[in-house]
């Protein structure tokens, strides 16, 4: 079967003036080459000639237009990704189209990134990477990377959550109350959703009924204790957990 011994090298040509390509083939002649641009075939017109000689082939493109460049496309698209507080963050995605090709960041709508101390951005051999060392919860957000050249532009767009443990904020240290007073004990909680929120007192789980009630809302839990009395002395303890 034939094969190629020399294929077409990327070419910069200037508006309004010619430009070739050019290809050589191996193989038991008589040889039949046909160019595509786009997935399109070419055949033989006024913008396009094609010379076909024993095993080479030529493409002259007449008077270049903008349209002649391969136009900007993303082959591996951008995904969504889930990242830990803490963690690395890494988008990566690889592209094609004619040069000059520049590639532009954007987080949400109008945040366009740069190069920084907690960002790393490299376009390198048609793959684009940005690249955050240590998320945090300013990485969350919409990640839009905008590819360019003279034949148009094109977006990949890549939803990223940053996932934070579950983790205690404020609690009170002690608390002293009458006997027979009710009371509650607020502790402030934080992190991604779903938190799982558990009383214990002196290290036994607690269960809600008429003596103890609990609550947890606006990532605030409270246990509230009913007529306190001697017996309600002792450690409270909160225990709160997500799927981080």
């Not at 094969?3 to 070739?20: C, H, L, R, W, Y």
């Not at 690889?94 to 532009?104: A, D």
């Not at 003279?150 to 205690?168: Q, R, Y």
């Given at each position: 079967?034939?094969?190629?011994?020399?294929?077409?090298?990327?070419?910069?040509?200037?508006?309004?003036?010619?430009?070739?390509?050019?290809?050589?083939?191996?193989?038991?002649?008589?040889?039949?080459?046909?160019?595509?641009?786009?997935?399109?075939?070419?055949?033989?017109?006024?913008?396009?000639?094609?010379?076909?000689?024993?095993?080479s082939a030529t493409l002259h493109i007449m008077k270049l237009e903008k349209d002649d460049a391969e136009q900007?496309?993303?082959?591996?698209?951008?995904?969504?990704?889930?990242?830990?507080?803490?963690?690395?963050?890494?988008?990566?995605?690889?592209?094609?189209?004619?040069?000059?090709?520049?590639?532009?960041?954007?987080?949400?709508?109008?945040?366009?990134?740069?190069?920084?101390?907690?960002?790393?951005?490299?376009?390198?051999?048609?793959?684009?990477?940005?690249?955050?060392?240590?998320?945090?919860?300013?990485?969350?957000?919409?990640?839009?990377?905008?590819?360019?050249?003279?034949?148009?532009?094109?977006?990949?767009?890549?939803?990223?959550?940053?996932?934070?443990?579950?983790?205690?904020?404020?609690?009170?240290?002690?608390?002293?109350?009458?006997?027979?007073?009710?009371?509650?004990?607020?502790?402030?909680?934080?992190?991604?959703?779903?938190?799982?929120?558990?009383?214990?007192?002196?290290?036994?789980?607690?269960?809600?009924?008429?003596?103890?009630?609990?609550?947890?809302?606006?990532?605030?839990?409270?246990?509230?204790?009913?007529?306190?009395?001697?017996?309600?002395?002792?450690?409270?303890?909160?225990?709160?957990?997500?799927?981080?």
């Amino acid at each position: 079967s034939p094969s190629f011994i020399k294929t077409p090298s990327p070419v910069e040509g200037v508006v309004g003036k010619d430009a070739s390509l050019h290809c050589e083939v191996y193989g038991t002649p008589p040889f039949q080459v046909n160019w595509y641009k786009d997935k399109r075939p070419l055949k033989d017109s006024r913008k396009y000639k094609i010379v076909s000689v024993a095993s080479s082939a030529t493409l002259h493109i007449m008077k270049l237009e903008k349209d002649d460049a391969e136009q900007p496309a993303f082959v591996k698209k951008l995904a969504d990704q889930s990242v830990t507080v803490g963690q690395q963050l890494t988008l990566t995605t690889t592209v094609k189209g004619s040069e000059p090709l520049t590639v532009s960041w954007v987080q949400d709508k109008d945040h366009i990134l740069r190069e920084g101390d907690n960002r790393k951005i490299k376009f390198e051999n048609n793959v684009v990477t940005l690249v955050v060392p240590k998320a945090d919860s300013t990485t969350a957000g919409k990640y839009t990377c905008q590819l360019r050249n003279d034949s148009g532009v094109v977006e990949s767009v890549s939803h990223v959550t940053v996932l934070e443990p579950a983790v205690i904020v404020h609690s009170p240290e002690s608390l002293s109350v009458k006997s027979g007073e009710n009371t509650a004990l607020e502790v402030t909680v934080s992190g991604s959703p779903e938190l799982k929120t558990k009383w214990f007192k002196d290290n036994k789980a607690l269960s809600a009924g008429a003596k103890y009630q609990t609550s947890f809302s606006k990532k605030i839990a409270a246990l509230k204790i009913r007529s306190a009395d001697k017996a309600d002395a002792g450690e409270y303890r909160l225990e709160v957990t997500n799927h981080v």
